[in-house]
Structures are given as structure tokens and as C-alpha cells.
């Protein structure tokens, strides 16, 4: 099955700087790689997304990259702000047609300080 | 819009007590997913259905059991709970589970065996 890795752990940045998460993945037929943030006491929610005929996608101050060859993909957040602050997810599966069954990264807790 | 509702919020449960966790979505969804969310291990998907009447094992199913008699309700049993399902589960919904699996999240149900 699908084994996706999730790096850093944790992360502290200055607010109005610039923050990365890397995740690597396991299964070269894997298509779609979502991003989720999770506030404190609530469900993730679906950020961005990037499918595997695209290699970067952007919204607003969000960015993903993804390099197939390599199997991993990044999460850019510039400018960050304080209500950035969040746990972050990764994910990646196949479009199998009939459920989403996504593999999770473990999260990144990103705190952005003033 | 309420989107997708769990109760309850909190339960503490003894070891063997049994218990059923509701997961009840508005929005019309096909599908809908239980994940459970231990510490440095993010996101494990338990069960999941593709439709009313049809449930399916994902990668943790040991232990509970599920039903969705209802197309808008997905109900996680509990027959003779362990200390080791002590975890926050999130109930999940979206529309396709193929191109467009956008996970629509619950805020999540925090259960502790004693």
C-alpha cells in the first residue's frame, strides 16, 4: 500500500516568513496530493490540491509543487500570518474510481510566531 | 449550512462498554469515511461506504463495525471497546470518491477507554 512520509514534525516561523513541508510517497501510481489544515478542536480542511499532470499550483500566498520522478511534493506558505498557525496534512492516492481512499502524512505543526 | 455533524463530542467509555458514534452529513453526499487521529501518526482511515447500504474495510477496521442505512447517516460501532481505540475519530463526507474526493470533516469525537 501507500506509505507517505511527512517532514518536519514541527515548525516555528516569524510571521511574514516564509514556511515549507515536504512529503515523500511511496506509490509511483498515486495521482492526486491534497493538502489539510487542521485548527485546534476542528476536522482538517481541504487547502489545495495537485493532481499528477500538473507540477505546481498556486493560490494566493499557498503553493504546491510536485516532482513525480522523485515522489515528493511541497507545501509553500509565504508570508505566513498568524492564523496560519495550524497542524497541516498530506496526502496521496489513486483516482481509483470509487472511494477516496487517501494515505495521510503524521502532520506538521506550524506555529507562527510575532 | 451544517455540513457534517458527529456526536457525540467526548465520551469516556470503560474497557468492554460498548458505544455507537454518529456521523450524520446534509449535503448529499455518496460517500462518507471514518478516520480515527492518534498522536504522530496522523489520519487512518477505519471504514468507509460508497452508498446507502454498502460499508467497506479501510486500514484499521479491527474492532468496530459500521452501518449507513441511511444515505445521509454513517454510524461507527463499538462492541467491546479497548484501551487501544482511546483516539479522536472524524467522520468525513464527499460528493465522488474518484477525480474530485474533496473530504468534507466532521469536528471530530474524542473517546477515552478507561
Known amino acids: 500500500g501507500e506509505n507517505v512520509e511527512q517532514h518536519p514534525s514541527t515548525l516555528s516561523v516569524q510571521e511574514g516568513d516564509s514556511a515549507v513541508i515536504k512529503c515523500t510517497y511511496s506509490?509511483?501510481?498515486?495521482?492526486?496530493f491534497p493538502w489539510y489544515k487542521q485548527e485546534l478542536g476542528k476536522g482538517p480542511q481541504l487547502i489545495i490540491d495537485?493532481?499528477?499532470?500538473?507540477g505546481e499550483k498556486k493560490d494566493q500566498r499557498i503553493a504546491v509543487t510536485l516532482n513525480k520522478t522523485a515522489k515528493h511534493f511541497s507545501l509553500h506558505i509565504t508570508e505566513t500570518q498568524p492564523e496560519d498557525s495550524a497542524v497541516y496534512f498530506c496526502?496521496?492516492?489513486?483516482?481509483?474510481?470509487?472511494?477516496?481512499?487517501?494515505?495521510f502524512g503524521t502532520g506538521t505543526r506550524l506555529q507562527v510566531t510575532l | 449550512n451544517a455540513g457534517v455533524t458527529q456526536t457525540p463530542k467526548f465520551r469516556v467509555l470503560k474497557t468492554g462498554q460498548s458505544m455507537t458514534l454518529l456521523c450524520a452529513q446534509d449535503?448529499?453526499?455518496?460517500?462518507m469515511y471514518w478516520y480515527r487521529q492518534d498522536p504522530g501518526m496522523g489520519l487512518r482511515l477505519i471504514h468507509y461506504?460508497?452508498?446507502?447500504?454498502?460499508?467497506a474495510k479501510g486500514e484499521v477496521p479491527d474492532g468496530y463495525n459500521v452501518s449507513r442505512l441511511k444515505k445521509q447517516n454513517f454510524l461507527l460501532g463499538l462492541e467491546s471497546a479497548a484501551p487501544s481505540q482511546t483516539s479522536v475519530y472524524f467522520c468525513?463526507?464527499?460528493?465522488?470518491?474518484?477525480?474530485?474526493?474533496?473530504?468534507?470533516f466532521g469536528e471530530g469525537s474524542r473517546l477515552t477507554v478507561l
Open positions: 496526502a496521496a492516492s489513486r483516482s481509483t474510481g470509487t472511494a477516496s481512499k487517501l494515505t
Open positions: 468525513a463526507s464527499s460528493y465522488s470518491g474518484g477525480e474530485t474526493g474533496e473530504l468534507f
Open positions: 461506504s460508497v452508498g446507502e447500504g454498502t460499508t
Open positions: 506509490d509511483s501510481a498515486s495521482n492526486y
Open positions: 449535503m448529499n453526499h455518496e460517500y
Open positions: 495537485i493532481r499528477s499532470n500538473v
